[in-house]
């Protein structure tokens, strides 16, 4: 699933590339990434319109439209989106197609229907989504202070692991970077907030902003699932400077020891167990 790395690439990408671009027509070939209003609507609410610029609210994208409105874009586990010329050949799972007047298309894919487009104003959104207006920190758009967030790990008092990949604390993180944040910053998953020493909140802080702007740096992560892809359709480069996630029986590039797989919930992490304590 993308990230906040993966995301703000993608955030970056369609600014570039489609703000200022106006909107000549849209296709929906697909018939499930339109659920939330009828089709016919968001077709008529995007006629004509310009995307002014591409805007990021945690995971979700939402493109500023001229019509005051916002085009926005849940791209959950599997959805791509891809700027390509009108020619290109349509991909299997293609659920949207905006052509644009100056030329170029914007395609939105997702063959595993988790896709979910819908226009709406800054204000229905709130309501749409409570959760956007308790959304945590964004270390990629806004700088953190570092008393700002040692004050949450003090009052969250709870495991490292939940707290990082808790949207209402830190937007964004999820399995792959709260795992190589924990590395980073040489943290056991289980260790309480609250109880970490004041120079290991501060490794931990470090640990989250240094993660998530190499990611970002580097256009995110593409998985073995070779799910995420930027707006070119190119792969991203952090894959290779993954330290722990998916590493297991690797060596610890840090001490040499066996990075291993840990049950986690239902689901499962990554860790160096000799040198994250
Ligand atoms: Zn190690």
Redesign the pocket.
Known sequence: MPELPEMETLRRDIDREVGGKRIKTVDVPGRTAVSRMPKKQLIERLDGVKISSADRRGLLLALKLDSGELLVIDLRAGGRLRKTTPREAVEKGTQIVISFTQGGQLRMIDPDDGLSVWVATPGELLEQEPVLTRLGLDPVVDPISWTTFGHMLLARAQPIKAFLTDATAVVGIGPVYSDEIM?QAGLRHDRESHLLTSQEMRRLYRAVVETLHDGAKHRGTTLADGRYHDLAGKPGGYQTLLQVYDRAGKA??????T?TKVRYHKSQLFM?????V
Do not use: A, E, K, L
């Not at 160096?272 to 994250?276: E, F, G, K, S, T």
């Open positions: 590395w610890c590039n840090r001490c040499r020891g990075i160096c167990p000799d040198c994250q």
